[in-house]
């Protein structure tokens, strides 16, 4: 994407810093970790405008970096990754399906909603990446039921294990954003002070 890339990044951190979605303080993270940042993206789908830049800017980046012949599917992770994955698959055209984080005990008693073939190929789509647990329990739920998942993509990865724990499972992670990019392009742009900067950087290395 080259330079265009780069401008979509930064128009990303600015959206991002302009909805609110970035906040400090002490939260306690889904995979248990306490972090002193967090990243609400839940909260983009609120933002129509907001949604529709960053729906877009991933469409353009799954294009370039993974290929729209490269998969068959999009599946989205719930919950905070399924409305992206749900507006990427209606703007390529692709078939939509979600996982669920337990097997239901009523109906079918799936783990994953929509029409899946054997060999499919997958890309899973999601907000965020920390550890990779939760795009990882997705892939085992999918390649048990026949799916080849090859892909991941992410708004942002907070750079915490996570693509290495996808790398073990031969899931190539693409993140539209790092999280140290993140911390350097808001201090570039003044919206955070040093010592938030800092913050962020610590929590990488602290892993």
């Known amino acids: 994407m080259g330079d265009d890339s780069e401008d979509a990044k930064v128009e990303l951190c600015k ?39 960053i729906c877009n800017i991933c469409v353009r980046f799954v294009k370039s970096t993974v290929g729209e012949k490269k998969f068959d599917r999009i599946v ?7 409305p992206f994955a749900a507006i990427v698959a209606y703007e390529m055209g692709k078939p939509f399906l979600y996982t669920r984080r337990g097997v239901r005990l009523h109906g079918r008693q799936r783990r994953i909603e929509g029409v899946l ?27 048990a039921e026949g799916g080849v998942v090859t892909d991941a993509v992410v708004l942002i990865d907070r750079q915490e294990g996570g693509r290495e724990r996808l790398e073990r499972r031969s ?3 693409h993140a539209l954003l790092n999280i140290s ?5 808001l201090a570039d742009l003044g919206t955070i002070d040093e010592e938030q900067e800092k913050t962020i950087l610590k929590q990488v290395k602290k892993r």
């Open 15 to 53: 959206i991002l810093n302009r909805i609110g979605a970035i906040q400090f303080g002490a939260f306690k993270l889904t995979s248990g970790k306490i972090s002193p940042y967090y990243i609400d993206l839940r909260i983009v789908p609120s933002f129509p405008d907001a949604f529709h830049k």
């Open 171 to 173: 899931i190539n992670l």
């Open 76 to 82: 989205g992770i719930p919950v905070a990754g399924i």
């Open 181 to 185: 990019d993140i911390a350097s392009t």
């Open 117 to 143: 073939a054997p060999g499919n190929r997958i890309i899973l789509i999601d907000d965020l990446i920390t550890t990779g647990l939760s795009l990882e329990e997705a892939a085992k739920a999918l390649t």
